[in-house]
């Protein structure tokens, strides 16, 4: 998959940024943009943050048979990884010419540079010697990779260290970091690449070109150099001529970055050294700011707890008390009780019951035994039969029984509780 390309607007636009010094994150033409190092639990292991780019750096080493041009002297191998993680532009398993690059100019940079002791790497003359693997890998793309390439690179290996060893004749014993501890790499100086960005032919210089920037400009010129001011190393890409001057223009700005980087990473090593001295927590997880969108954090209210009871004692005292006691619960119906108060509660009543016209004294005798019938509802045959004779001696009678609703009277006139068709109405005369 290929990256989206710039379209002739932005190029346009960028281009005459450049020419008025200015720059898409608000830099000027020589800044650099913040570097942030971090290193993991085990040595060796680091990680360089260069704005947006993101870069890991491994160390390991193990035990290998030398060359035999040079029998005395350690290996250096160098292996950068560009993953599709990092830029949809990196294709998996296929070297393209960035990674080519890289791996050129690290080389050139950390190994022919003799930056390292690779003869304090050797175990045995000709037989054993450590083989010191560097693996880079590029987790975000935001531009100048080789930069944040071999700041991780020599951090990495200024913060490795190799197993202890010792040789008796031909054989070779190596000792785990409990029984002796790790020993550091012998590091004579640091060289770091510092890229430079050419726009319109020349005319225009940036320090640490980002992605955008990278994009539109005609060329790259990258000087590695150390502290002591000594160049390592000088590349040029892009096919642009440029003049001494601007050579010795650039290097003098490298040389005041270099230093500054440098000293970020001895301050850097020098910190993780005194946590794990000390025996404070220490890698990537302790590096990573303690924000948590779950947690809400509340200031501490104090609370004075010295006169609490005679605060206590005032507002008991302040209370009213109830003048009047609480009447007791009315039993309504079956069922149904009020407490205080206001209109009777006629839940669970027959809505018959309300409707009905004013009673009579006759009418008023028989309703004393609408309740009585309600007391044999559910019981046997015999039990309602008892009921009717008895409610016919008072001439009217009204019985609930199962849902079964009747009237009866011995007068002509006839009283129809309710005309639900699902109910079953029978009138007996």
């Known amino acids: ?12 636009f960028l281009l005459k940024a450049i020419q008025e010094k ?8 020589y800044d650099y943009r913040n570097i942030k190092i971090t290193f993991g639990t085990d040595y060796g292991c680091c990680i360089v943050e260069l704005g947006k780019t993101r870069v890991l750096s491994q160390v390991s080493c193990e035990l290998v048979s030398p060359k035999d041009s040079r029998p005395t002297e350690g290996i250096m191998f160098f292996n950068v990884e560009l993953s599709p993680m990092a ?42 010697v450590w083989q010191i693997r560097v693996d880079v890998h590029v987790l975000n793309h935001d531009g100048n990779l080789l930069d944040a390439a071999s700041i991780a690179a020599i951090s990495a290996l200024s913060h490795f260290r190799r197993p202890d060893v010792s040789a008796q004749g031909q054989d070779v014993t190596v000792y785990s970091p409990e029984e002796r501890d790790p020993i550091p790499l012998s590091i004579y100086h640091m060289p770091i690449c510092v890229g430079f960005a050419f726009f319109l032919q020349g005319s225009y210089l940036l320090v640490d070109p980002c992605e955008r920037e990278e994009r539109v400009m005609d060329g790259l010129l990258v000087i590695a150099m150390n502290k002591h001011r000594e160049i390592c190393s000088i590349q040029s890409s892009g096919g642009i001529m440029l003049l001494k001057d601007q050579v010795l223009r650039c290097s003098k700005i490298a040389s005041v970055k270099v230093s500054e980087i440098t000293e970020l990473i001895n301050k850097a090593l020098g910190n993780d050294k005194k946590v794990r ?18 947690t809400l954090k509340r200031d501490e209210a104090p609370v004075e707890m010295t006169d609490v009871d005679e605060t206590a004692d005032d507002i008991l005292n302040g209370t009213e008390t109830a003048t009047e006691p609480v009447s007791s619960p009315v039993l309504c119906a079956t069922g149904t009780a009020q407490v205080g108060e206001g209109l009777l509660n006629s839940w669970g009543l027959e809505e018959e019951e309300e409707d009905e016209p004013p009673m009579t004294e006759d009418r008023k005798t028989g309703s004393t035994f609408c309740g009585f019938l309600q007391i044999y509802k ?21 019985i609930n029984i199962y849902d079964l609703k009747c009237v009866c009277t011995l007068a002509d006139d006839v009283t129809v509780i309710s005309d639900s068709e699902e109910e079953e109405v029978v009138i007996l005369n």
């Open 277 to 294: 001295k000390e025996g404070g927590k220490f890698g990537f997880a302790e590096s990573m700011p303690k924000v948590r969108i779950t």
């Open 378 to 398: 559910g019981y046997s045959v015999g039990a309602f039969w008892l009921c009717v004779i008895v409610a016919f001696s008072v001439e009217i009678f009204v």
């Open 22 to 29: 200015k720059r898409l994150d608000g830099r000027q033409t």
């Open 87 to 128: 830029s949809p532009a990196f294709e998996p398993n296929r070297q393209s010419e960035l990674l080519v690059t890289l791996n050129r100019q690290l080389e050139r940079c950390l190994r022919n540079s003799k930056c390292i002791d690779t003869e304090s790497l050797c175990v045995i003359s000709g037989e054993k």
């Open 1 to 12: 998959m290929r990256d989206t390309p710039l379209s002739n607007c932005e190029k346009h």
